[in-house]
């Protein structure tokens, strides 16, 4: 019968399971209990009952010996020969041995005097067995364990046999070689049955790892461009990889671990194979989608499997790298928008997609961190009202189904177990110590751009032990790119112009620089030259980065108002913004987007001051000022998206960080979704901020009239403008491809107010087919010289 109250183990030696010791802690109270050391532990049932099952199994074996020896006898006359056999007796006088055995345990385990006079009258025992160690008393209980057991079973199979029990015992073997042709007849059909399964379970755990060998892999630290710094922390693995004692010898561990996060294209995946190349190590490379099968159990398999052979790799070279690579595919525990909180967190989400009206691509005009959080507020309310869970065991990420995940942790730092079959079982089953493993060298690399979707315990050291960030390459380290990748083609750029693209193009990456150079090349032989020139690279950026546009044509009139609109927000941007530049101006569709001014910053900042805040609101609200002041009060849809970003700018940095009127946060006055406040003191306090910083662009645009114009006419003759050439549109001097000078002449400005009044006259037409407009002015200057498209 259990027994609620707390009890707690004796002093007898923890080498027997029995007799093991601990605290316990009463349940009601916290505490240790003050009879803990009075009473025996419990037993557990199994084995409280073990024995005595076993005994009276042996009983019925003979029972149903003589059954079969005499048909004729009933049970109950069985049973009674059985008892006044020699054998039957013996087993019966056991069973009542081992009951008074398991009565004494029950006495001791709910009686504190009875439990204390056997510790005394057994205390000098207990100090003689007390001088072996657990592990031999643990040998020697089981030593004996096993003679009594197989003494049991011989008389057992003299009764049965009528042979001595010893021959008995020994006849056994040969009972078995007599039914041998039998057992494996049923052996084999089991085997057959069996090795279907186990065939097809083979198969399925096979692919998905590639192995390279040291002479396979070429690629070495210097093969790495633009990542210095993380290349040399990267060394210091290799060293330890090389002589792990330096470290071992000193008290230390050499790190298994390295994650490597970062943009796609960063270079990653080479800087892991130039580990493999500086080491001479086997480089082994998991694909991503290895452990994605469609039947469960399969994912564990190919984890074990892949294992034993980093583990064989190991001894025989003295090391091995393995690459994880998407490793957020490993260690996934899943989420509906993580793609789209990656790519808010990189900034690149087109916040046109934010309005069901089409606009402008609202983020392309401020800096980069302020594209970043304008995402991260929107995804954030999207993660609220679209994240499903997909679990937490694995399954999400590792696609292999329930235990793939678990199977990974274990191998990468798990218990050290023996290996072998001699080691685990043969020196087990003799009694012997199995030999500690040896110490495999296996570095883990993992490669993800998005480290938030890993698994924790993916993450913690001894798993994983240096993370490093693979960012954007350094202005220095894109230099360093474009100069390499340009001396393998025929060029004539020269070094400032190499500087001057590794400036304007700050999240450049490896990946996309070769890619730019390749793609410059091919615009140079469409052109029929073998030489790449510097607007091949221009022209090269600017289609990678934002694509090809759509090929649509706008009506004259929306030409000009979406030019002026653009117009407005890039004459606002170069007269405020003093952190970045212009990068491109466009009005050519691209989906939704009916054109964008696109910015980059000169310097990488953490922070924001208030003064640059206010700026980018004012560069949002550019678009509204301009289109009212252009169109006498009247403007388009597509300042929607530039307006819920400013709304949403000013709620989080001027209300939220002390850039307002107030000292106070208004972030917790009242429910704020998207950034932007539906009543309240915090919407009144939005109005006012909005309305301060729109009077003040109004009054900016008012005094560069002129070069609103201009650039507007620009962007309608050219359609794409590069930041130098916007520059020399405003200030009226030669750009690399448009000639500004022309647009500073007297005539040709009073010919633009003209155009641009036939373009609004033409807008208030209601009531009939509204007018085109006249041809597009040509600036004196300009047309000295043949116009070239950027």
Same mark, same amino acid.
């Given at each position: 019968?259990?027994?609620?109250?707390?009890?707690?183990?004796?002093?007898?030696?923890?080498?027997?399971?029995?007799?093991?010791?601990?605290?316990?802690?009463?349940?009601?109270?916290?505490?240790?209990?003050?009879?803990?050391?009075?009473?025996?532990?419990?037993?557990?049932?199994?084995?409280?009952?073990?024995?005595?099952?076993?005994?009276?199994?042996?009983?019925?074996?003979?029972?149903?010996?003589?059954?079969?020896?005499?048909?004729?006898?009933?049970?109950?006359?069985?049973?009674?020969?059985?008892?006044?056999?020699?054998?039957?007796?013996?087993?019966?006088?056991?069973?009542?041995?081992?009951?008074?055995?398991?009565?004494?345990?029950?006495?001791?385990?709910?009686?504190?005097?009875?439990?204390?006079?056997?510790?005394?009258?057994?205390?000098?025992?207990?100090?003689?067995?007390?001088?072996?160690?657990?592990?031999?008393?643990?040998?020697?209980?089981?030593?004996?364990?096993?003679?009594?057991?197989?003494?049991?079973?011989?008389?057992?199979?003299?009764?049965?046999?009528?042979?001595?029990?010893?021959?008995?015992?020994?006849?056994?073997?040969?009972?078995?070689?007599?039914?041998?042709?039998?057992?494996?007849?049923?052996?084999?059909?089991?085997?057959?049955?069996?090795?279907?399964?186990?065939?097809?379970?083979?198969?399925?755990?096979?692919?998905?790892?590639?192995?390279?060998?040291?002479?396979?892999?070429?690629?070495?630290?210097?093969?790495?461009?633009?990542?210095?710094?993380?290349?040399?922390?990267?060394?210091?693995?290799?060293?330890?990889?090389?002589?792990?004692?330096?470290?071992?010898?000193?008290?230390?561990? @050499? &790190?298994? *671990?390295?994650?490597?996060? =970062?943009?796609? #294209?960063? +270079?990653?995946?080479? !800087?892991?194979?130039?580990?493999?190349?500086?080491?001479?190590?086997?480089?082994?490379?998991?694909?991503?989608?290895?452990?994605?099968?469609?039947?469960?159990?399969?994912?564990?398999?190919?984890?074990?499997?892949?294992?034993?052979?980093?583990?064989?790799?190991?001894?025989?070279?003295?090391?091995?790298?393995?690459?994880?690579?998407?490793?957020?595919?490993?260690?996934?525990?899943?989420?509906?928008?993580?793609?789209?909180?990656?790519?808010?967190?990189?900034?690149?989400?087109?916040?046109?997609?934010?309005?069901?009206?089409?606009?402008?691509?609202?983020?392309?005009?401020?800096?980069?961190?302020?594209?970043?959080?304008?995402?991260?507020?929107?995804?954030?309310?999207?993660?609220?009202?679209?994240? @499903? &869970?997909? *679990?937490?065991?694995?399954? =999400?990420?590792? #696609?292999? +189904?329930?235990?793939? !995940?678990?199977?990974?942790?274990?191998?990468?730092?798990?218990?050290?177990?023996?290996?072998?079959?001699?080691?685990?079982?043969?020196?087990?089953?003799?009694?012997?110590?199995?030999?500690?493993?040896?110490?495999?060298?296996?570095?883990?690399?993992?490669?993800?751009?998005?480290?938030?979707?890993?698994?924790?315990?993916?993450?913690?050291?001894?798993?994983?032990?240096?993370?490093?960030?693979?960012?954007?390459?350094?202005?220095?380290?894109?230099?360093?790119?474009?100069?390499?990748?340009?001396?393998?083609?025929?060029?004539?750029?020269?070094?400032?112009?190499?500087?001057?693209?590794?400036?304007?193009?700050?999240?450049?990456?490896?990946?996309?620089?070769?890619?730019?150079?390749?793609?410059?090349? @091919?615009?140079?032989?469409?052109?029929?030259?073998?030489?790449?020139?510097?607007?091949?690279?221009?022209?090269?950026?600017?289609?990678?980065?934002?694509?090809?546009?759509?090929?649509?044509?706008?009506?004259?009139?929306?030409?000009?108002?979406?030019?002026?609109?653009?117009?407005?927000?890039?004459?606002?941007?170069?007269?405020?913004?003093?952190?970045?530049?212009?990068?491109?101006?466009?009005?050519?569709?691209?989906?939704?987007?009916?054109?964008?001014?696109?910015?980059?910053?000169?310097?990488?900042?953490?922070?924001?001051?208030?003064?640059?805040?206010?700026?980018?609101?004012?560069?949002?609200?550019?678009?509204?000022?301009?289109?009212?002041?252009?169109?006498?009060?009247?403007?388009?849809?597509?300042?929607?998206?530039?307006?819920?970003?400013?709304?949403?700018?000013?709620?989080?940095?001027?209300?939220?960080?002390?850039?307002?009127?107030?000292?106070?946060?208004?972030?917790?006055?009242?429910?704020?979704?998207?950034?932007?406040?539906?009543?309240?003191?915090?919407?009144?306090?939005?109005?006012?901020?909005?309305?301060?910083?729109?009077?003040?662009?109004?009054?900016?645009?008012?005094?560069?009239?002129?070069?609103?114009?201009?650039?507007?006419?620009?962007?309608?003759?050219?359609?794409?403008?590069?930041?130098?050439?916007?520059?020399?549109?405003?200030?009226?001097?030669?750009?690399?491809?448009?000639?500004?000078?022309?647009?500073?002449?007297?005539?040709?400005?009073?010919?633009?107010?003209?155009?641009?009044?036939?373009?609004?006259?033409?807008?208030?037409?209601?009531?009939?087919?509204?007018?085109?407009?006249?041809?597009?002015?040509?600036?004196?200057?300009?047309?000295?010289?043949?116009?070239?498209?950027?």
């Amino acid at each position: 019968m259990a027994d609620d109250r707390p009890h707690a183990a004796d002093d007898e030696p923890s080498g027997l399971p029995e007799y093991a010791v601990g605290p316990v802690v009463s349940p009601s109270h916290g505490r240790r209990d003050d009879r803990e050391t009075l009473t025996r532990k419990p037993l557990v049932f199994w084995d409280r009952v073990k024995i005595l099952v076993f005994l009276v199994a042996m009983f019925l074996v003979l029972i149903w010996a003589q059954l079969a020896s005499n048909p004729l006898m009933t049970p109950v006359e069985a049973e009674r020969t059985v008892a006044l056999t020699g054998f039957g007796q013996i087993l019966l006088v056991l069973v009542v041995l081992e009951a008074l055995r398991q009565i004494h345990f029950l006495l001791a385990e709910h009686v504190a005097s009875y439990h204390q006079m056997w510790l005394r009258a057994f205390e000098r025992t207990e100090k003689l067995t007390g001088r072996w160690s657990a592990w031999t008393r643990f040998r020697v209980a089981r030593f004996v364990k096993w003679v009594a057991g197989l003494a049991i079973v011989a008389m057992v199979l003299s009764a049965i046999s009528g042979l001595p029990p010893i021959v008995a015992l020994f006849q056994v073997p040969a009972w078995f070689i007599q039914q041998l042709p039998m057992i494996i007849q049923l052996v084999l059909y089991l085997f057959i049955a069996v090795a279907q399964f186990a065939l097809i379970f083979y198969f399925l755990s096979r692919g998905g790892v590639d192995v390279y060998f040291p002479d396979d892999v070429k690629t070495r630290f210097s093969d790495v461009w633009g990542q210095d710094h993380v290349v040399e922390r990267v060394k210091e693995n290799v060293v330890f990889l090389e002589n792990p004692e330096e470290i071992e010898e000193k008290g230390g561990y @050499v &790190p298994g *671990g390295i994650l490597l996060w =970062g943009p796609p #294209g960063t +270079g990653k995946t080479l !800087l892991a194979e130039a580990v493999a190349g500086e080491t001479g190590k086997p480089y082994v490379f998991v694909d991503p989608g290895a452990f994605i099968n469609m039947f469960f159990g399969v994912g564990v398999l190919k984890v074990k499997s892949l294992y034993r052979k980093l583990r064989k790799l190991s001894l025989r070279y003295g090391g091995v790298i393995v690459f994880f690579d998407e490793a957020d595919t490993l260690g996934n525990r899943g989420g509906a928008v993580s793609a789209a909180r990656r790519d808010a967190m990189e900034g690149r989400v087109p916040w046109a997609e934010a309005s069901a009206l089409h606009s402008c691509n609202g983020t392309h005009y401020v800096s980069a961190s302020t594209q970043q959080l304008l995402a991260e507020t929107r995804f954030a309310e999207a993660q609220r009202q679209l994240f @499903v &869970p997909t *679990g937490a065991n694995g399954g =999400g990420g590792m #696609g292999g +189904g329930m235990g793939t !995940l678990q199977a990974l942790l274990t191998e990468m730092s798990g218990l050290k177990k023996p290996r072998g079959f001699v080691n685990r079982v043969l020196r087990r089953t003799l009694g012997m110590r199995p030999k500690p493993p040896p110490k495999y060298r296996i570095l883990h690399m993992m490669a993800t751009n998005m480290p938030d979707a890993l698994d924790p315990a993916l993450l913690r050291p001894g798993r994983i032990d240096r993370i490093y960030r693979v960012g954007y390459p350094s202005k220095e380290g894109r230099v360093d790119t474009f100069r390499n990748y340009l001396d393998k083609i025929k060029h004539d750029v020269t070094p400032e112009q190499v500087e001057n693209l590794a400036t304007i193009w700050p999240q450049a990456t490896g990946a996309s620089i070769k890619d730019a150079v390749n793609e410059a090349l @091919v615009i140079a032989i469409r052109d029929g030259r073998d030489t790449v020139q510097y607007r091949d690279l221009i022209k090269a950026k600017s289609l990678k980065e934002n694509g090809l546009p759509d090929g649509g044509q706008h009506v004259d009139r929306e030409r000009h108002s979406i030019a002026l609109h653009e117009a407005c927000h890039a004459v606002t941007m170069y007269r405020l913004q003093h952190s970045s530049v212009i990068d491109t101006a466009t009005i050519e569709r691209r989906g939704d987007v009916g054109g964008f001014v696109a910015p980059v910053p000169l310097e990488e900042q953490m922070f924001k001051w208030r003064s640059e805040v206010e700026v980018d609101v004012m560069t949002f609200l550019a678009s509204l000022a301009g289109e009212r002041m252009f169109y006498d009060g009247d403007n388009t849809s597509g300042v929607g998206g530039d307006m819920k970003a400013a709304t949403s700018l000013v709620s989080q940095h001027i209300l939220g960080a002390a850039m307002g009127d107030t000292l106070r946060s208004f972030g917790g006055l009242t429910t704020v979704t998207m950034g932007v406040p539906y009543e309240g003191e915090t919407a009144q306090a939005v109005e006012a901020k909005l309305r301060e910083l729109y009077d003040r662009t109004v009054e900016v645009l008012k005094t560069n009239r002129r070069e609103v114009l201009a650039v507007a006419h620009a962007l309608e003759a050219h359609k794409t403008l590069s930041g130098e050439d916007v520059v020399a549109v405003i200030e009226g001097v030669e750009g690399p491809l448009v000639d500004g000078r022309g647009y500073v002449e007297p005539d040709f400005v009073a010919d633009l107010e003209a155009y641009h009044q036939r373009a609004v006259e033409a807008h208030k037409v209601e009531h009939e087919r509204r007018p085109g407009l006249p041809e597009l002015p040509t600036p004196v200057a300009a047309a000295t010289r043949p116009t070239q498209e950027p």
